[in-house]
Each structure stands twice: as structure tokens, then as C-alpha cells.
């Protein structure tokens, strides 16, 4: 294991099936594929030059799939008398995909090189990805557009957490975005989450929320605090683009107390989920102007608000696109419609990132898959316990 290692510093995504091949009958391995999930998480892909069955697997109907949509290993028995095992191969907590391996017995020692193998294939895509295009090509089932080119590159991994902290976001249309993103990081104690909406569905909406997403990171990692961010893509977005506006919703969570700081700037209001129950206006507070308008609206005062978060509870923030969804009959996909599914889903025990995806593919399917806005979702909750939920379950 040690001269796989070591030999992963050097090597090109390209060249991994290639090298585990080499390797992998030391480690008491018959066969091994590696998939790695596509952009919109509908199938699993296999790396180029894998072996065996290379085909898509559809997350939602086989057996990778179960293991990538429950984080958890799965056994099944062969015809050949072999047994495949399926892995979850993740980073932290974001899911990047699935390693099959067939094995001709299983015992703990196995079971703990696979679960190293899956580790280190998370590692070569992850690490190698930010300088090579592979990976990302893999990830694509069509051409994308180059605003949503722009925007991809500025958002950050789709899932992140801690002991106490845990967040996870989508957006649609994955090929095709306009003005939203969103943004999630650590830092010291607290956890800071955003999503943006940008006026217009163009290149130039693109931009807009790229600036902003810029500006923002630039004003959180100088130390300022979240009124002062505010007011930093407020600024950047006027001069980069003085005709154009983006609203959005900033929020500030601190990991040992729960206490939640936010603004909201033009848009819609997050929603607190507290034992699997909405609390009714608990983000009710008057709406700040959207960000950009320029030098005349400078003396307006952004209010940023507190509130003190129980442990378990969850932070649901949207954009308009995702209830103003219609189908082909003209009904919106609307507020109650979204927060049911949610609440239903994690009554059912499922992680965020897997409600989040099984959202957006409703919201698809309600529009004939074809939205006529981005639709982006982002949800966090603070768990101070230190039981991780979205933690593997093996």
C-alpha cells in the first residue's frame, strides 16, 4: 500500500485504472472499477481505461448507486463464486463517487485496504483535478455553457461539515447557469453560507455572481465582520457592473455557541427547520436592498440580525427559481410543495446532500426538465453534539 502511495503524488487522473491494476492483486483484490459521480449526480461514470463493466450506472437504480445515494458499503455475491464490494469513495463528506471491487473473500483486513483504496482514489481526483481537466470532462454528459463555465469554477465543494456543523448545497441548471451560486466555508469558530442571485440569465449574470462570490471571500479572509462583507460586494458589483444588481442572503453561524447572524438583501427568506417542523416567521425581519445599486442607496444602513439556534436545527435557503419551478400546466412548484420535501426526506433519516439532489430532479421533472431560472438550494445544520450526519456508515 505504501508504493501506491507514493507513486499517487505523481500521477495523472488519466493514468489510475492503470496503476491500480498494477497494484491491486497484492492487496487481495481480483478486480476493481472506480466511478466517480456526473455533474448532475444522475449516473456513475467509470474512470477511462477501467476494466470490467464500464457502463453508466444510474444512481437511482443500481447497486453503485445505492451505495453512493446511502454513503455506506454494499456486498453482493457473483455467478463466479467472487463478491463485489461497492464503496463510497468521498472527500470528508462530499461524495465524489463509487469503487466496485471484487474480492474472492472478504475478512476485516480486506475490508480495511478497500476502504484505503477508496480513500486514495478521493485523494487523486480531488487533488489532481485542480490541474487537469480529466476529471471534470468525465463529470460532463454535454457541452457547457460558459457562463455556467465561470460560475462553476468559482463555487465551492458541494458539501462540507464538521463535528458540529455540517452543509450542503445544489443548483440547476447545471449546464446552462445564469446568476445564482452560492457559498459555504469554515472559519475559526464559524461557518459562513451565501447564495446569490444575479439579475439576468447571461454571461453578464455570471459575472455578477462571480465578482460578488470574489468580493465576498476577499472581505470574509481580511477578518471583516458580515456587515462589512455585505458592503464589500454591495461596492464591487457597482463598479465592475453599475447597471446591474444581484440579490442574496448572508449568514454568519457560530459552531460552540448556535449563535446565527445574517442580512438579507433582496431575497427570499431562509427557513428554520426545528424538529422536523417549519417555525413560523422566524426570519421575518424588513428585506435590505439588493446589492449593486450604486452610491445613492451607500447611506441606506444594511441590519444585520441574531438569533440564537437549538441544537438539530436546519437552515433551508433558496433562490426564487427553485418555487417558481412551473409545469406544463402552469402550477408552480411552490414554498409548500419544496419544505414538505425536505421535511419528509429527513424525517426518513436521509443525509442533506442526498435530499438536495433528490430535490433538484423533482423540481426537473416538474419543469419537463428545462428551467426557465436556476433554481439553488442550500442546507445546513448545526449538530453540537458531534454526531456527524453526513458521516460514512461503515
Known amino acids: 500500500m505504501n508504493e501506491l502511495v507514493q507513486a499517487f503524488h505523481?500521477?495523472?487522473?488519466?493514468?489510475?485504472?492503470?496503476?491500480?491494476?498494477?497494484?491491486?492483486?497484492?492487496?487481495?483484490?481480483?478486480?476493481?472499477t472506480a466511478y466517480c459521480a456526473d455533474l448532475r449526480q444522475e449516473y456513475l461514470i467509470a474512470l477511462p481505461g477501467s476494466h470490467g463493466d464500464t457502463s453508466p450506472q444510474p444512481i437511482d437504480a443500481s447497486m453503485a448507486g445505492w451505495t453512493y445515494r446511502t454513503?455506506?458499503?454494499?456486498?453482493?455475491g457473483n455467478d463466479n463464486g467472487m463478491l463485489t464490494l461497492w464503496l463510497p469513495v468521498i472527500d470528508g463528506v462530499e461524495r465524489i463517487g463509487v469503487l466496485g471491487v471484487q474480492v474472492a473473500k472478504l475478512d476485516a483486513a480486506v475490508l480495511e485496504r478497500c476502504r484505503a483504496l477508496a480513500s486514495l482514489i478521493a485523494f487523486v481526483l480531488i487533488s489532481k483535478g485542480t490541474h487537469s481537466d480529466s476529471y471534470a470532462n468525465l463529470q460532463r454528459r454535454q457541452p457547457m455553457d460558459l457562463a455556467a463555465e465561470m460560475v462553476w469554477a468559482f463555487l465551492p465543494p458541494k458539501t462540507i461539515g464538521t463535528p458540529s456543523i455540517t452543509s450542503s448545497a445544489i443548483l440547476e441548471p447545471a449546464y446552462a447557469l445564469g446568476g445564482d451560486a452560492f457559498d459555504h466555508a469554515l472559519l475559526g469558530d464559524a461557518l459562513h453560507a451565501s447564495v446569490l442571485d444575479a439579475m439576468g440569465h447571461d454571461l453578464y449574470a455570471g459575472l455578477t455572481s462571480s465578482v460578488a462570490l470574489a468580493a465576498c471571500r476577499n472581505a470574509r479572509r481580511s477578518g471583516k465582520e458580515l456587515s462589512d462583507i455585505i458592503s464589500t460586494i454591495d461596492t464591487s458589483i457597482h463598479e465592475a457592473f453599475p447597471n446591474r444588481f444581484a440579490t442574496g442572503v448572508f449568514l454568519h453561524l457560530h459552531r460552540t455557541t448556535g449563535q446565527l447572524d445574517w442580512a438579507n438583501c433582496g431575497h427570499p427568506q431562509p427557513i428554520l427547520l426545528r424538529r422536523q417542523e417549519v417555525v413560523p416567521s422566524a426570519f421575518d425581519r424588513p428585506t435590505e436592498l439588493p446589492l449593486g445599486l450604486g452610491t445613492k442607496y451607500r447611506d441606506v444602513p444594511r441590519c444585520v440580525h441574531s438569533m440564537q439556534l437549538e441544537p438539530g436545527d436546519r437552515i433551508l435557503c433558496y433562490t426564487d427559481g427553485v418555487v417558481e419551478a412551473r409545469s406544463s400546466d402552469g402550477e408552480l412548484f411552490g414554498e409548500e410543495r419544496f419544505v414538505d420535501f425536505i421535511l419528509r426526506a429527513t424525517a426518513a433519516g436521509e443525509p442533506a446532500f442526498e435530499v438536495l439532489r433528490r430535490l433538484v430532479h423533482a423540481i426537473l421533472d416538474h419543469q419537463q426538465h428545462h428551467l426557465t431560472d436556476d433554481a439553488t438550494v442550500l442546507l445546513f445544520e448545526w449538530h453540537p453534539a458531534g454526531t456527524v450526519k453526513f458521516s460514512r456508515k461503515f
Open 10 to 32: 505523481k500521477l495523472a487522473p488519466e493514468d489510475l485504472p492503470e496503476l491500480l491494476r498494477q497494484h491491486y492483486a497484492a492487496l487481495g483484490i481480483v478486480g476493481l
Open 71 to 76: 454513503v455506506s458499503v454494499r456486498i453482493a
